[in-house]
């Protein structure tokens, strides 16, 4: 890795088929063929030019030249490397620089471009897991939030920014890329499209939230717009949408001026957030669905909430037929339960038996009706019972 400033190595050029360049542009190729998103193909051609540079320096120019020896001496010379400030790269750097190496090499010997893959045993470093370091208050996140100056339409627009920030807890380049037709405002909704992943959520956004931004799409972004108007809603100076990067700068100047001994930029509004409404009282699992969370992390929850209802539907006497596995019915159904300020409610209706909701049970006290989830189920998960009249439960069996 060069250092700023300095010229980077120059490898062979494009026009070798076998050298670590043009494999390596096919192989970034193949990943868009395959959608992987430009910030991941971004990644992945940054560390493999790292690597490349590295082999180029040591007289190595083409992926059948590596060998298990020298990936594992690449790995070394990572461990070792420091930045400019004379700290060592993290672990979690490392395997970062690593993990795009073993996809290169893997990919190569399944197009038989070379005869084995010596990336295959080559182990990662483990990644710690580690809690955030700073996580606000309320009362400090009001600090940061009350610093723009809302009569000028810079600060008007910051003030939005970090409102919204507060409110759901997107990642930064989920708000750059807001458009206007995202808001709802008579939901109090704002759909997130293309996520991290490329998945699209919905989520609440508070009403404070939701006033500053209509302020600053009334007062501010006229000021700021320049045609072709691609209905972006925060716009910089110059009328452009935000660079992940200037929005991180932006939020951390706030940060920093509220002399609050903590750092940390649009992610630190984020554990704000998720940890602000887990002290509150809300359930983890509709927080993750806030956050966008993997279907991984969320799947240990939907066990342990798949075991606690069991135990309900055991209590409540709703046998479910053993004898018959293939009768049961995974029955999910997304319910929009109420949205206030920070709360909209997917209700998951995990498995139940179907013929359980449908026929009379195997009992000598007669046929039972058709089965309808108890009011202790949604108590207990903090599901408001008021509020599920005519959203179609009565009818989940028919």
């Not at 060069?2 to 970034?28: E, H, I, N, S």
């Not at 180029?56 to 420091?82: D, M, N, S, V």
Request: contains cysteine; glycine residues 8%; hydrophobic residues 40%.
């Amino acid at each position: 890795m060069p250092r700023k400033g300095q010229r980077k190595l120059r490898v062979r050029d494009l026009g070798d088929p076998d050298g670590f360049p043009f494999l390596a542009a096919v192989f970034c190729d193949a990943l868009r063929q395959k959608n992987y998103s430009p910030a991941t193909v971004r990644g992945r051609e940054h560390y493999l030019g790292v690597l490349v540079r590295w082999c180029a320096e040591r007289g190595l120019f083409q992926p059948r030249e590596i060998t298990k020896p020298i990936l594992e001496r690449y790995q070394r010379w990572l461990f070792h490397y420091r930045q400019k400030n004379g700290q060592p790269l993290t672990f979690r750097s490392q395997a970062t620089h690593l993990i795009p190496v073993r996809a290169f090499f893997k990919w190569l010997t399944r197009e038989n471009h070379i005869l084995y893959n010596p990336a295959s045993e080559l182990e990662l470093p483990k990644i710690e897991k580690r809690l955030p370091k700073h996580v606000l208050t309320a009362h400090e996140a009001e600090q940061v939030i009350a610093l723009p100056d809302v009569r000028e339409p810079m600060g008007l627009r910051d003030r939005a920014i970090l409102e919204v920030f507060y409110s759901t807890g997107m990642r930064r380049m989920e708000l750059a890329n807001l458009k206007l037709y995202d808001l709802d405002a008579e939901r109090g909704t704002v759909m997130i499209r293309q996520g991290k992943g490329k998945k699209d959520r919905m989520i609440p956004i508070g009403e404070r939230a939701l006033a500053w931004v209509g302020k600053y799409l009334a007062d501010a972004r006229p000021k700021l717009v320049q045609e072709p108007d691609d209905g972006t809603i925060f716009l910089t100076n110059l009328g452009e949408a935000f660079t992940p990067n200037r929005l991180t700068q932006m939020v951390r100047e706030y940060v920093d001026a509220a002399n609050l001994g903590k750092k940390g930029a649009c992610h630190l509004f984020r554990h704000t957030m998720a940890t602000l409404m887990l002290e509150n009282g809300a359930d983890v699992r509709f927080i993750q669905e806030m956050l966008g969370h993997s279907l991984e992390v969320r799947s240990r929850h939907k066990i342990s909430f798949y075991a606690d209802f069991i135990g309900i539907h055991s209590s409540l006497n709703l046998t479910v037929h053993q004898s018959r596995p293939h009768a049961r019915t995974w029955l999910y159904t997304k319910v929009f339960v109420g949205c206030s300020i920070q709360s909209l409610i997917w209700i998951r209706v995990l498995p139940f038996a179907h013929r359980e909701m449908t026929e009379a049970p195997l009992s000598p006290s007669g046929p039972r009706k058709p089965f309808v989830p108890h009011r202790r189920l949604f108590s207990r998960y903090g599901f408001p019972c008021p509020l599920l009249a005519g959203s179609g439960f009565q009818t989940l069996g028919g």
